[in-house]
């Protein structure tokens, strides 16, 4: 029967906070993103892997339809989340090397303009 296994998987289901709502640096934010998005994808695959694991006891049972959504709508998600904030995170840092604080400047203007 479908949905017998939300009450087992519930404990793994829980919002995520940023740590803090204010940084000095946008380079800083970005990192702290990065850092959520991946906590919430090991969130994902850890309900992923209950899914396919049945308890040891013979009392589980496996929830592939579950598995196919979380891997293919939302995994498929994070995964491209991560690459987007990972890509911004270096353009940032060679910015703020090469141009200082003036770098992040740089950074917001070509953002604004939707060139990253």
């Not at 906070?17 to 990192?31: N, Q, R």
């Not at 702290?32 to 090991?42: D, F, G, N, S």
């Not at 049972?61 to 995964?79: I, K, R, W």
Request: with cysteine; charged share 30%.
């Amino acid at each position: 029967m479908r949905g017998e296994l939300t009450s087992e998987i519930r404990q793994l289901i829980q919002n995520p906070t940023p740590l803090k709502e204010s940084w000095d640096a946008g380079i800083d934010a970005l990192k702290e993103a990065l850092q959520l998005e991946a906590h919430v994808t090991r969130k994902i695959r850890d309900i992923i892997i209950a899914c396919e694991n049945p308890s040891g006891d013979g009392s589980g049972f496996n929830d592939y339809h579950l598995v196919d959504y979380l891997s293919g709508d939302f995994l498929e998600e994070q995964y491209k989340g991560q690459s987007d904030l990972a890509s911004k995170i270096s353009t940032l840092g060679k910015m703020l090397d090469n141009y200082g604080t003036l770098g992040e400047f740089l950074f917001d203007k070509k953002l604004l303009n939707g060139e990253l």
